[in-house]
Nanobody, 129 residues
Framework: QVQLVESGGGLVHPGGSLRLSCAAP????????IGWFRQAPGKEREGVSC????????YDEDSVKGRFTISRDNSKNTVYLQMNNLKPEDTAVYYC??????????????????????WGQGTQVTVSS
């Protein structure tokens, strides 16, 4: 059972930045495509960004395009979500999720939560003045 651990959330002013991390202690993330999702209070969970196991392909939803960047460092077994120019509507619990794929694949798993097998517990991001 893959366990994912998110970190890096917090309180930030509008226009500020945060970098979220997703780690998998004891597991090799190279065998997984990773997606970031978020869930705001009273709303359904939605996809944000995803990355292939190779790191060579990424996808961002329109709501975050140009502001958020997903990346991975397989040598550190960690996936990141750099979030810049944060807005109050970005306030949510952010989750990383993993789906097993061939190692070094450029396949990006669509941001549909039913496609991902493993989930972290989430990290809270609050954007407020």
């Amino acid at each position: 059972q893959v366990q994912l651990v998110e970190s890096g959330g917090g309180l930030v002013h509008p226009g500020g930045s945060l970098r979220l991390s997703c780690a998998a202690p004891g597991f090799t993330l190279e065998y997984y495509a990773i997606g970031w999702f978020r869930q705001a209070p009273g709303k359904e969970r939605e996809g944000v960004s995803c990355i292939s196991s190779s790191g060579g392909r990424t996808y961002d939803e329109d709501s975050v395009k140009g502001r958020f960047t997903i990346s991975r460092d397989n040598s550190k077994n960690t996936v990141y979500l750099q979030m810049n120019n944060l807005k109050p509507e970005d306030t949510a619990v952010y989750y990383c999720a993993a789906d097993p794929v061939p190692i070094n694949s450029d396949y990006v798993v669509p941001l549909e939560d039913t496609l991902y097998d493993y989930w972290g517990q989430g990290t809270q991001v609050t954007v407020s003045s």
